[in-house]
């Protein structure tokens, strides 16, 4: 029995200090690479967000991988990225439950659809457009997701 307890309280111990590193909050980019295990009780996740503009200038391309994320849907990975590291900032605007956040600009780089029709689109793993948003959109574990600074609409525009 007190072998059963203390092999669970380390277990515990164990556990808890991966949680703390995996959920640190404003933790610098390569804190979080290093928090490659998860909570033993958790699912490991890890997101890559890669930030793209070869369409203005300066153009950069910037990517950084989120591991251990505890959250669902991309738009609460980003901001864990954004805790991680000030290039990936982002500016959105809410349109509601249903349709939830619209990614406006990356680091203060805006798309323009009035003018010139550009918009930040979000690809998938598999560099498609995603048929849904920030807010909607559940990246798989192991995923790439591109937020590409382009011009024109999606397809049924
Ligand atoms: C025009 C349009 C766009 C334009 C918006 C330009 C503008 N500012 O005017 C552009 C090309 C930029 C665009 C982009 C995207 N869009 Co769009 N878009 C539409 C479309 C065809 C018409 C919207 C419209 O004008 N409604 C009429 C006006 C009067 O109503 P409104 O409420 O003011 O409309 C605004 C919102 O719809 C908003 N908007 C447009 N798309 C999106 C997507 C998201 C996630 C959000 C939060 C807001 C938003 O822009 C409109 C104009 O201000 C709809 C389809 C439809 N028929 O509704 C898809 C639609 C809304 N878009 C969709 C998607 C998926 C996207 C993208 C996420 C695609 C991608 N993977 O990159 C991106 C957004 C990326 C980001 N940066 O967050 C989906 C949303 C599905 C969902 N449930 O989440 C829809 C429903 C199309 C579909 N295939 O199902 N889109």
């Known amino acids: 029995m007190a072998?059963?307890?203390?092999f669970f309280a380390l277990v515990l111990a164990v556990s808890s200090q991966n949680d703390t590193q995996c959920s640190q909050t404003g933790a610098d980019a390569e804190k979080l690479e290093d928090?490659?295990?998860c909570n033993l009780f958790k699912k490991p996740k890890e997101?890559?967000?890669r930030v793209r503009n070869v369409l203005t200038e300066p153009n950069f391309e910037e990517s950084l991988t989120v591991n251990c994320t505890r959250f669902?849907?991309?738009f609460y990975i980003m901001q864990e990225a954004a805790e991680a590291n000030r290039f990936f900032r982002f500016t959105c605007k809410y349109y509601?439950?249903?349709l939830g956040f619209f990614i406006e600009a990356f680091n203060d780089v805006f798309g323009n659809?009035?003018?010139?029709?550009?918009?930040?689109e979000i690809l998938d793993g598999d560099l498609n457009q995603t048929p849904v948003g920030?807010?909607?959109y559940v990246p798989k574990h192991g995923e790439t997701v591109t937020f590409n600074l382009t011009q024109g609409g999606h397809e049924d525009i």
């Open 3 to 6: 072998r059963f307890l203390i």
């Open 35 to 37: 928090c490659i295990t």
């Open 47 to 49: 997101v890559t967000i």
């Open 72 to 74: 669902k849907t991309l």
């Open 96 to 98: 509601g439950k249903e």
């Open 113 to 120: 659809w009035a003018e010139k029709k550009t918009y930040w």
């Open 134 to 136: 920030a807010s909607n």
